[in-house]
T-cell receptor, first 113, second 110 residues
Framework: ETGVTQTPRHLVMGMTNKKSLKCEQHLGHNAMYWYKQSAKKPLELMFV???????ENNSVPSRFSPECPNSSHLFLHLHTLQPEDSALYLC????????????FGPGTRLLVL | GNSVTQMEGPVTLSEEAFLTINCTYTATGYPSLFWYVQYPGEGLQLLLK?????DKGSNKGFEATYRKETTSFHLEKGSVQVSDSAVYFC?????????FGDGTTLTVKP
């Protein structure tokens, strides 16, 4: 596999479910990101990890819980979501020292019922 | 803080038309500037970038020049194709932090 992969690509969940989104980067990067992309809204940065340490949390509700066990993997744990959380969740990675081009995965399309 | 303002869409053009999508930015220091493209059903991917004033980024017939005096990074293409239909995002990276514009949807009709 190359680049940034995300699983699952599609997810439907009820408001009481617990699920996790997975992201893996095969680029040797040291920073990873979660973004939320909703219809007709700007791209929203949710979390940033540099060298496995969380460096940014943009006032994201606690029902979203990130985990970065190593520099290649990033998870987003979901719990008791709301219908307005339905969106495309994008993962990205970059090499902090080299101009910060971000490489995005294809996203997970989430529908909360 | 940093900000990016790009031309509102949607933009609809006929094939072979000239494309301009305007982008201006506010940032301290000397940010790197980017255009990303998102095709339907996919994540964003880098289209081109420029890292210093007067640099021109180019790729797939698209060009953008880093203009520090006007704090702009407008995207241009001389002749668009149906396959260029996508959402285009202007972005900057300053002091290790990325800021994205709201995106401009381009539709090219045959």
């Amino acid at each position: 596999e190359t680049g940034v992969t995300q699983t699952p690509r599609h997810l439907v969940m009820g408001m009481t479910n617990k699920k996790s989104l997975k992201c893996e980067q095969h680029l040797g990067h040291n920073a990873m990101y979660w973004y939320k992309q909703s219809a007709k809204k700007p791209l929203e940065l949710m979390f940033v990890y540099n060298f496995k340490e969380q460096t940014e949390n943009n006032s994201v509700p606690s029902r979203f819980s990130p985990e970065c066990p190593n520099s290649s993997h990033l998870f987003l744990h979901l719990h008791t979501l709301q219908p307005e959380d339905s969106a495309l969740y994008l993962c990205a990675s970059s090499q902090v020292e080299s101009g910060e081009t971000q490489y995005f995965g294809p996203g997970t399309r989430l529908l909360v019922l | 803080g940093n900000s990016v303002t790009q031309m509102e869409g949607p933009v609809t053009l006929s094939e072979e038309a000239f494309l301009t999508i305007n982008c201006t930015y506010t940032a301290t220091g000397y940010p790197s500037l980017f255009w990303y493209v998102q095709y339907p059903g996919e994540g964003l991917q880098l289209l081109l970038k420029a890292t210093k004033a007067d640099d021109k980024g180019s790729n797939k017939g698209f060009e953008a020049t880093y203009r520090k005096e006007t704090t702009s990074f407008h995207l241009e293409k001389g002749s668009v194709q149906v396959s260029d239909s996508a959402v285009y995002f202007c972005a900057l990276n300053g002091a290790g932090k990325s800021t994205f514009g709201d995106g401009t949807t381009l539709t090219v009709k045959p």
